[in-house]
């Protein structure tokens, strides 16, 4: 069992930063790819990015790349995301996600947070 509690979410202006924290309860964190998916009002989850379980590989949705980065520390048991450059499109609700792979659709990962909002005005 994983427990996984987001922070770090919030309201700022188009162009500013916010990097958002996921910590895990448990020892097996490591044992875990992990993921980052958003929802905005009236549109389905989407995903963000992920990074393996080693932190050597990971992967972004076009509209983010080059602005957002996902990175874990298996010693603290936090997954982040670091973004940058944010844009009025990007509010939603973040939520963090484990899983045993990687996979774009949510039905494949097994454990979620319970997201934290990120707010951005033009």
């Known amino acids: 069992q994983v427990q996984l509690v987001e922070s770090g979410g919030g309201l700022v202006q188009a162009g500013g930063s916010l990097r958002l924290s996921c910590a895990a309860s448990g020892r097996t964190f490591s044992s875990y790819t992990m993921g980052w998916f958003r929802q905005a009002p009236g549109k389905v989850r989407e995903f963000v990015a992920a990074?393996?379980?080693?932190?050597?590989?990971?992967y972004y949705t076009d509209s983010v790349k080059g602005r957002f980065t996902i990175s874990r520390d298996n010693a603290k048991n936090t997954v982040y995301l670091q973004m940058n450059s944010l844009k009025p499109e990007d509010t939603a609700v973040y939520y963090c996600a484990a899983g045993s792979g990687i996979y774009y659709s949510t039905e494949r990962w097994v454990y979620w947070g319970q997201g934290t909002q990120v707010t951005v005005s033009s």
């Open positions: 990074i393996t379980i080693g932190g050597g590989r990971t």
